[in-house]
């Protein structure tokens, strides 16, 4: 079966800023998330021939891209530790929203973080963010409303 | 969108910018892609040149020398007669001989097939089959019950010698099905007379020990290990090849994705510069329809108009055959077409169409699993080509009314160079 590199490019040069976006959610940073996507793609070029076409190409991509950020993750940026601190000082009017968001955001297990970020970084559908992470469907679903709901309580206050 | 996503979709948003306005760069990343290919091959490199380093240090200060100078593939006892090793059974004879009656390209009639390796593997005897093709030295495993066997691995023994191995992997590819059922993976190869003892090294560092026997070695492990998507610790990564004198030398197998070029031309032996610039060349026999080789029924897929057709045999020394065409496709474009001709294989090959303007057209696929083929065409004004290798040796490839046909090792890099008439460089190719 294999991937052409023609096949390649057009993924990379239509879906690249979701890629990036979602790298930058797991890596914690910009340029490192630009450097992960680049060396999922260069595995991908290495590793073409090998794609079996059971899935879509576009779900082994997202594979690549979630593993390498994955491989290159540090803990949720700022450190969790800092903001926990922080946001002890917050009860004095030291944290703001968004740290509260990325505290609660880096929190969740790492299943609820990826498809998160898979939902809202990349626009993908829940059957997409399935082949993506090769788990069920109605795991998404699920996963997604445990998210949602561990959210919750920040969201509100972000929202206000 | 519920208000709930929608509010989460904002703050997310806060929290990870858009990426939209910063380009992309696809070039990167094919760099990336052959670089880490290159590392991987230098890797292998450094390990044989460390083991080849080594090997000399012995030669000069022991005087054991002579037995590694006989360790080469010009040393094959077994395979002096006519036929290596010990006589096939009569229906193994009668089976290859069938065999060969009904493919298109043929080995000469009367080649005579000897038995190198048996064994029993999952309660079913397998028997490593040799053969002489020309200049080549050719192997096919035999299995009582399993099916689909590929047709021969032959490799020319110019090559084998020139790598200066004391032995060479020449298959590691050949998965033995029963149905749908991957019962064994085989590797299998040739050995000089000083070597006494072939293991195979797994990815995993397992080393398991292959039956050697009438210069040629084979190890068969359960499954399909022949790639590294199919079993990433399992497959095998090298042979470690122990001459009479107790010299290791390890010998690189590639089961991966096929390297493609890796190396520069300039860090690698023969010439770097291309000294003349062809813009494109054609191959005015198959414009003109010429009566070259011998006349060939097309079956090379659909042509609005077909010029010509004809069979040729690049190396005279090999029986492997291409069929060459020129004509226009369904697409309104002048091309050059092939189909590969394969003793053993039943009926015609595969076929492959280039556009008609090019230095040298490449086709690659089939042979040995370790020494794939390289086939194609030149342009009128490439005069010849010559092969060089990671140790300086080189060799010239056969070009046979502008069709030419090579095998190079698949773990090592590799180099090729057309020259033109008066001998300047007008190509060079990594392999």
């Known amino acids: ?160 | 969108m519920t208000d709930h996503d929608l509010v989460l979709r904002n703050a997310l948003d806060e929290l990870v910018p858009s990426f939209e306005s910063l380009p992309g760069d696809w070039q990167d990343a094919l760099h990336r892609a052959r670089v880490r290919m290159r590392r991987r091959m230098r890797r292998r490199l450094v390990v044989v040149a460390a083991a080849a380093a080594f090997a000399v240090g012995v030669l000069a200060t022991t005087s054991l020398g002579q037995d590694v100078l006989n360790g080469t593939l010009d040393r094959l006892g077994s395979w002096a007669g006519s036929a290596p090793g010990e006589s096939a059974s009569p229906e193994q004879q009668a089976a290859f001989d069938a065999a060969n009656a009904e493919s298109y390209a043929r080995f000469a009639p009367g080649t005579k097939v000897g038995r190198l390796v048996s064994t029993t593997f999952a309660g079913e005897k397998y028997d490593l089959l040799g053969f002489r093709d020309g200049g080549s030295l050719c192997l096919r495993l035999i299995g009582a019950k399993s099916d689909g066997r590929p047709p021969a691995a032959c490799v020319p023994q110019r090559e084998l010698i020139d790598l200066g191995q004391p032995a060479a992997v020449v298959s590691a590819g050949d998965v033995l099905t029963r149905g749908s059922e991957a019962i064994a993976t085989a590797v299998y190869g040739v050995a000089a007379d000083a070597v006494r003892r072939v293991e195979i090294a797994t990815a995993s560092g397992e080393r398991h020990e292959a039956q050697l026997g009438n210069n040629a070695f084979l190890y068969l492990t359960a499954g399909n290990r022949s790639h590294p998507e199919t079993d990433p610790t399992g497959v095998p990564v090298r042979a470690i090849v122990e001459s009479q004198n107790g010299v290791a030398t390890p010998v690189p197998i590639e089961t991966g994705v096929a390297p493609g070029p890796t190396t520069a031309p300039t860090a690698f032996p023969g010439p770097s510069v291309v000294e003349r610039t062809l813009d494109g060349s054609r191959v005015s026999w198959l414009d003109h329809g010429d009566p070259r080789g011998d006349p060939y029924a097309w079956t090379g897929g659909a042509m609005r108009t077909l010029k010509t057709s004809r069979v040729v045999q690049p190396d005279p020394t090999s029986s492997f055959r291409m069929a060459v065409a020129s004509g226009t496709s369904t697409d309104g474009y002048e091309r050059y077409c092939f189909v590969w001709l394969w003793p053993l294989v039943k009926g015609t090959g595969s076929y492959g169409c280039m556009l008609a303007d090019v230095t040298v057209i490449f086709g690659t696929g089939g042979g040995a699993d370790q020494f794939p083929l390289f086939s194609g065409l030149v342009g009128d004004e490439v005069a010849s080509l010559e092969l060089f290798f990671p140790n300086g040796a080189h060799e010239n490839v056969p070009v046979t009314d502008n069709v030419y046909a090579f095998q190079a090792p698949r773990a090592v890099p590799t180099k090729l160079v057309a020259y033109d008439a008066q001998h300047r460089v007008v190509g060079i190719y990594m392999l």
């Open chain 1, 1 to 160: 079966m294999g991937a052409s590199l023609d096949e390649l490019e057009a993924a990379y040069r239509s879906s690249l800023p979701n890629f990036r976006r979602v790298a930058a959610a797991i890596v914690g940073d910009r340029e490192r998330a630009c450097d992960a996507v680049q060396e999922a793609f260069a595995k991908a070029i290495r590793k073409r021939r090998s794609f079996r076409g059971s899935g879509p190409l576009e779900a082994w991509l997202w594979r690549l891209v979630v593993n390498e950020a994955r491989d290159n993750a540090r803990p949720f940026e700022p450190p969790l530790e800092e903001l926990l601190e922080r946001g002890e000082a917050r009860t004095n009017g030291g944290l703001d929203a968004r740290d509260e968001l990325r505290v609660a955001v880096g929190l969740l297990p790492e299943r609820q973080r990826l498809v998160l970020f898979l939902r809202y970084y990349a626009d993908l559908d829940y059957a997409a963010i399935a082949d993506a992470l090769e788990i069920a469907p109605g795991t998404v679903a699920a996963t997604l409303n445990a998210a949602h709901a561990a959210l919750h309580r920040t969201l509100q206050e972000v929202a206000r």
